[in-house]
């Protein structure tokens, strides 16, 4: 039976001149932990260099090892992506750092590649209930910024973890296990921190259905999911291919063998990602999609270009202009798409677009795995390359046809976030706030009441000189 105390976020503003500095430490926290998951995500991508020289790793191993995590993923944001809803946030977010902290120490101690993989099957559920948690957790802390961190924090999560990894292996000693070990302290304190944030959403029954996962796309949904999603595909492909088999492409054209070229070379692509979306957030969808077809088209001929001529400038300079598209096409591709369905059909639309996504980041990495253990890494990113920029011109001209479209759907049907940003800027969120302007209210009437009442109303007032022709004397 659902509580019908105060809520737990009631209790944390209960104070309304406190209220936001003790909102703002728990959605900081939130966000931080959104990053750390992220960041332990491509942390195993500048080790993948070495995982194949020690272990004696094919291309194909390495992207099915990336392609486990992105199925697991995609398997747990469908199954327990509305858990929270039920039995809280704070218990799905503390059950995911501890199966993530489980994860890391399989990583540690992985000697072959069905460990690693089974490591990666463990991170990738653990990311996916906890990145649906915190997404929502923001939400429920600060509405009206929540949809941005939720988009901006995992992406420069992704570019922080790939990075650091990259520093770690190069200056650590036993790189293979001090990674995990830093990530694992970090998730500790983390945890730490989280048992002590008060809960942001009450229990309700439903826990057990909310499991079952809801696929759907409703009939006005389809033409912009059709359009979208030549986009979508070539966005996570992409990111798939860099985050897989990125860092040999990498040392392949610079001549070198340091984890770092990877490691950049992923930041480059995630940190533009991040710019475009904070940067492209004001504009119509319509446009955020086209700009994100346009740079994905442009960045990839860039850095195939470079691939061909073995030239590292072409390269980055190529990863930075598809990280716009990296960006802009997802934000664009979930303007478009989310608002054709109605409230109650968003759910299902989005967890369909959710297996476009990690499907597209899986799958491709590994036939680009083995056609990089067939042909060599350059023929993978030729190949790759070649099919994404195809996709992303379709798209452009799809959304030329059907972006007006997108933008009146936008305007005028409103997704949950506008919902519950439009409540923030309206609604008093806590009974105690409501109580006290009322209060304030009443007093406010009493003192008028007390002023009207002086004032000798019972006696004749004086000659107006005003006519009501409009003429006076």
């Known amino acids: 039976m659902p509580s019908t105390g105060p809520t737990p976020t009631s209790a944390v503003a209960s ?82 750092i501890a199966v993530e902290m489980i994860a890391m120490v399989m990583f540690a101690v992985a000697d072959s590649a069905p460990e690693l993989t089974a490591a990666r099957i463990v991170q990738g559920l653990a990311t996916g209930a906890a990145t649906s948690a915190t997404a929502a957790a923001l939400a429920d802390l600060i509405p009206h910024r929540s949809a941005l961190v939720a988009s901006v924090s995992p992406v420069v999560g992704m570019a922080a973890g790939a990075l650091g990894s990259g520093v770690l292996v190069v200056e650590a000693p036993a790189p293979e296990q001090t990674v995990y070990i830093v990530l694992t302290i970090a998730f500790g304190l983390l945890a730490m921190a989280a048992s002590m944030m008060r809960e942001t959403a009450p229990r ?167 056609l990089a253990g067939a042909g060599g890494i350059k023929l993978a990113a030729m190949t790759v390359g070649g099919v994404l920029i195809a996709l992303s011109a379709g798209a452009l001209v799809g959304v030329a046809r059907g972006g007006r479209d997108a933008d009146e759907r936008a305007a005028h049907l409103a997704s949950a976030d506008d919902v519950r940003r439009h409540s923030a800027r309206t609604a008093f969120p806590l009974p105690e706030e409501r109580h006290e302007q009322i209060a304030d209210t009443v007093n406010h009437i009493d003192s008028v009441t007390t002023v009207l009442r002086t004032i000798p109303l019972h006696e004749t007032p004086p000659a107006s000189s005003f006519r009501p022709n409009g003429t006076n004397r």
Not at 20 to 43: E, G, K, N
Not at 62 to 86: E, K, M, N, P, Q
């Open 15 to 96: 104070d309304p001149l406190s209220a936001p500095r003790r909102v703002v430490a728990p959605f900081v926290l939130v966000a931080a932990i959104t990053m750390t998951f992220l960041a332990a995500s491509s942390a195993p991508t500048p080790l993948y260099a070495t995982y194949q020289e020690s272990l004696s790793l094919a291309p194909v191993s390495v992207t099915v090892i990336f392609a486990a995590y992105a199925l697991a993923l995609l398997g747990a944001l469908l199954v327990a992506g509305r858990l929270s809803d039920f039995i809280g946030r704070k218990p799905v977010i503390l059950a995911a």
């Open 204 to 370: 309700r029954p439903g826990a057990l259905g909310s499991l079952r996962p809801r696929m759907a796309a409703p009939t006005m949904a389809r033409r912009p999911l059709l359009t979208a999603a030549p986009v979508l595909v070539a966005v996570w492909s992409l990111g798939g291919f860099y985050l897989s088999l990125g860092p040999r492409l990498a040392n392949e054209i610079t001549g070198t063998s340091s984890p770092l070229m990877g490691a950049d070379l992923v930041s480059t692509l995630t940190l533009s990602g991040a710019a475009a979306i904070l940067v492209l957030r004001a504009h119509s969808p319509a446009r955020v999609f086209a700009i994100g077809a346009a740079s994905l088209v442009a960045g990839l001929s860039v850095s195939l270009v470079g691939v061909g001529i073995d030239m590292a400038t072409l390269l980055f300079g190529g990863a930075l202009i598809a990280g716009i598209g990296f960006g802009a096409g997802f934000q664009g591709s979930m303007r478009i798409v989310m608002p054709s369905a109605s409230p109650e059909e968003r759910a299902g639309l989005l967890s369909t677009f959710y297996v476009i996504s990690y499907l597209s980041m899986g799958v491709p990495a590994v036939l680009a795995g083995l």
